[in-house]
T-cell receptor
């Protein structure tokens, strides 16, 4: 089983739609969770950190479910500019600040 | 502005040549990391350094070498021993002190001909 698993997509949605991605992680001791956004041929950029029960930032909401070992990202009112690959990232708490990256979920928002 | 710089952006080398990728940060971060990204794959950790003059192998260190002589700099050398060096290389840094977010440089796209 991979340490971090994501549906690669692509998720094709129209502008204004609400879309949600899930990500599962295998290490129950994991402490920190993040969503990064990566545009084509660019570096990943931090979108949100996910702590304890989750958090919200504008149109973006991240949730953590420790019992089922998954995190989710909800995007409301999708914009064309939201088209990107969303990386689920986990700190497995292995003794140093190592992050494990999922392969990403691709989102395409169309007019 | 604080940030991480990587150079060059694109690099072409002949098979069998060593090549060094530059990574510099002025964020005063202690920890620095090198990742490799291949199409359709997640980022894979090559080397990391938690403090100056110390570094550790990541998951795919074979064929790579690093140094950390200064806090600001963490260059990566791709040696001829690396079997498949063509990839997108990303450098990252992390502040520490309870902050676990990593911040990335713009990357170097290496193509070995």
């Amino acid at each position: 089983r991979k340490e971090v698993e994501q549906d690669p997509g692509p998720f094709n949605v129209p502008e204004g739609a609400t879309v949600a991605f899930n990500c599962t992680y295998s290490n129950s001791a994991s402490q920190s969770f993040f969503w990064y956004r990566q545009d084509c041929r660019k570096e990943p950029k931090l979108l949100m950190s996910v702590y304890s029960s989750g958090n919200e930032d504008g149109r973006f909401t991240a949730q953590l479910n420790r019992a089922s070992q998954y995190i989710s990202l909800l995007i409301r009112d999708s914009k064309l500019s939201d088209s990107a690959t969303y990386l689920c990232v986990v700190n497995p708490n292995t003794g140093f600040q190592k992050l494990v990256f999922g392969t990403g979920t691709r989102l395409l928002v169309s007019p | 502005d604080g940030g991480i710089t990587q150079s060059p952006k694109y690099l072409f080398r002949k098979e069998g040549q060593n090549v060094t990728l530059s990574c510099e940060q002025n964020l005063n971060h202690d920890a620095m990391y090198w990742y490799r990204q291949d199409p359709g794959q997640g980022l894979r950790l090559i080397y990391y350094s938690q403090i100056v003059n110390d570094f550790q192998k990541g998951d795919i260190a074979e064929g790579y070498s690093v140094s950390r002589e200064k806090k600001e700099s963490f260059p990566l050398t791709v040696t001829s021993a690396q079997k498949n060096p063509t990839a997108f290389y990303l450098c990252a840094s992390l502040a520490g002190g309870g902050f676990n977010e990593q911040f990335f440089g713009p990357g170097t796209r290496l193509t070995v001909l």
